[in-house]
């Protein structure tokens, strides 16, 4: 067996673009409808609508390998601009943010280096590219117009002679509600249109609740961009996924074992990686059979739990009484799958004993209260986050 040094699996980060799995549909449209039209002079704007850890980041960056591409190899010919603007507030923010990662491309893009020249300090052999922290900030404020950011970014496809831009805006949740950021990415697109700068796709990523922000900001918005649901994915390729990762470092892993660890990631792309990871650490002779199975997934629970459910909500579920009603609700999920929630009416069938019938009701408001469950219907229920089902239903798997 191999000395471990290295995961096959990325809890924490998006997955590298050659080893992404699925999404054939979404892949097509998104050739189709954007990199295509782009390619062919046109300009096409995107939404990643998904929720936490469903993929977005990885999905962006599998279309901007693609987008990259020379034509020959199945590719576009465009240049591809990532920008996570997570932690930016303003206009000039978001402009600096632009000129920062473009600096950094020109250490893969030779011809935007003398163009960019200017806010570089030093490019590494290996292409790593130092950048000029005061030159960017003091040249940013003029950026921060639609036309003039426009212009840069018909001037960066110039140099570079590609077909057009492709530019991800990710981790746009915080500015999604701010009051400019609507208008300014609504002008971007329309400006765009009307003067003919340049072919450009743009990609936006985030949570439905985000989508549904900045509609709200701006209703016009809603116009300019086609949604793309960043969904679960597919069993099969959660099978694949783990097949081929634990076959690239030499573990076999039973059938029952890659069933059990497929069913409980529930489609969830971020609960395979942690699954994976936890049972690839833990595997001591390069088989990984059903108890190892087991145990990954009570550890990997608790890994879910501390990094991605509130602390509050994870602390309640340990309590005993909640524990019980919880393990019933995770039976439930074993049973009906993923997605589908739970009934008042149901569960009081099936709790089976007067004193969790009696909590049931409590447990469903503190439940409301901290955000973790949603109502549907009167007397249904469902998962506010598709990671906190996730959650339970490791919690409740059958060894427990
Ligand atoms: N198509 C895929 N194939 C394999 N792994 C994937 C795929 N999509 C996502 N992942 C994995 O899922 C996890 C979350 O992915 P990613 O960071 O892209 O999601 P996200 O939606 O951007 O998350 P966040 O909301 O936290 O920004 C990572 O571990 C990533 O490697
Ligand atoms: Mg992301």
Redesign the pocket.
């Known amino acids: 067996m191999m000395e471990k040094s290295r995961s096959p699996?990325?809890?924490?980060?998006?997955?590298p673009p050659e080893?992404?799995?699925?999404?054939k549909d979404v892949i097509d449209r998104i050739r189709a409808r954007g990199l295509g039209q782009v390619a062919a002079g046109r300009s096409y704007s995107l939404f990643l609508e998904?929720?936490?850890?469903?993929?977005?980041?990885?999905?962006?960056?599998?279309v901007m390998r693609l987008a990259a591409a020379p034509a020959e190899e199945g590719g576009y010919n465009l240049l591809p601009l990532y920008v996570s603007i997570g932690g930016c507030a303003t206009r000039e923010d978001l402009a600096q943010y632009v000129l920062r990662a473009a600096t950094t491309l020109s250490g893969t893009w030779q011809a935007l280096r003398e163009f960019l020249g200017r806010f570089i300090n030093q490019v590494t052999l290996f292409g790593v590219v130092s950048v000029n922290p005061s030159a960017v900030r003091e040249t940013a404020p003029d950026l921060a117009t639609p036309d003039a950011l426009l212009g840069f970014l018909a001037n960066l496809r110039r140099t570079s002679s590609t077909g057009g831009v492709v530019l991800v805006f990710?981790?746009i949740n915080g500015v999604a509600s701010s009051d400019w950021f609507s208008q300014f990415i609504k002008s971007l697109a329309d400006t765009n249109s009307v003067q003919g700068y340049l072919p450009l796709l743009l990609v936006l990523?985030g949570?439905p609740d985000r989508r549904r922000q900045m509609i709200a900001r701006h209703r016009p918005i809603e116009r300019i961009w086609d949604p793309i649901t960043?969904d679960a994915?597919d069993a099969a390729?959660v099978r694949e996924?783990l097949l081929k990762a634990f076959r690239s470092v030499e573990i076999r892993v039973a059938d029952a074992a890659l069933e059990m660890m497929t069913f409980y990631s529930g489609g969830h792309?971020?609960v395979?990686?942690i699954i994976g990871d936890v049972a690839f650490w833990q595997d001591k002779d390069g088989v990984i059979d059903e108890d190892d199975a087991i145990q990954a997934l009570t550890d990997a629970a608790d890994e879910v739990g501390r990094k991605f459910v509130d602390r509050q909500i994870v602390d309640e579920l340990h309590s005993e009484t909640y524990r019980s009603i919880l393990a019933v609700v995770g039976q439930r999920i074993l049973k009906r799958g993923f997605g589908e929630g739970f009934t008042r009416r149901d569960m009081l069938a099936q709790l089976a004993d007067p004193r969790l019938e009696r909590n049931f009701d409590n447990f469903v408001q503190r439940m409301r209260a901290l955000g973790a469950i949603a109502v549907v219907a009167r007397g249904e229920y469902r998962f506010s986050l598709p990671i906190i089902e996730a959650y339970v239903a490791m919690r409740a798997h059958p060894a427990e």
């Open positions: 699996f990325y809890p924490e980060m998006p997955v080893e992404f799995v699925g999404r998904g929720e936490y850890g469903f993929g977005k980041t990885s999905l962006a960056q599998y990710d981790e990523c949570t960043v994915v390729d996924y792309p971020r395979m990686h």
